[in-house]
């Protein structure tokens, strides 16, 4: 078991870690009121999965994974996240590219602070503070599923 909330835990660091700083100008985005709503809706479903179980978040992950990266989504292994987005620092990344990728993303890419927390069995495994990225293309908000090693 210890094991395990080992791998987690490591997991947890690769998913709110593994982009770095990102450089550039912070600056406002300027969104539509539309858009906002639908960023805010993509965390609430995410986290409202999560609350309803593994199953349920893994299948809403691999519905909301940008097309282009469909084929790399990762089992959560019965774990959850809860992501705590910090609004005021949603901003475009128009240079980013996921890792291990040299392409960017279609779409517009934007970054902003959250708080994750992975729950296994109701229970909370770890927390951290980072950076993680959206897509709006096609009027719909993408993300990038997370990955747990091991």
């Not at 709110?16 to 912070?26: D, H, Q």
């Not at 906002?36 to 995410?46: A, C, G, N, S, W």
Request: hydrophobic letters at 35%; a negative charge; proline letters at 5%.
């Amino acid at each position: 078991m210890a094991e395990r909330v080992a791998v987690l835990l490591a997991s947890l660091a690769l998913l709110v870690g593994c982009t770095g700083p990102v450089a550039g100008t912070a600056r406002p985005v300027q969104l539509t009121d539309d858009d906002r709503t639908k960023f805010k809706q993509f965390y609430e479903r995410l986290n409202k999965a999560g609350d309803e179980g593994a199953s349920q978040q893994q299948t809403l992950l691999k519905d909301t994974q940008h097309p282009d990266f469909r084929q790399k989504t990762c089992e959560l292994r019965g774990a959850t996240i809860k992501v705590e987005p910090t609004w005021s620092t949603l901003r475009i990344d128009a240079d980013w590219a996921p890792p291990g990728e040299k392409a960017h993303p279609r779409g517009h890419v934007y970054v902003l602070a959250v708080t994750v927390t992975l729950r296994q069995d109701d229970q909370v495994i770890g927390s951290q503070i980072g950076s993680l990225h959206v897509v709006m293309l096609d009027d719909q908000v993408y993300g990038f599923a997370p990955c747990l090693g091991g």
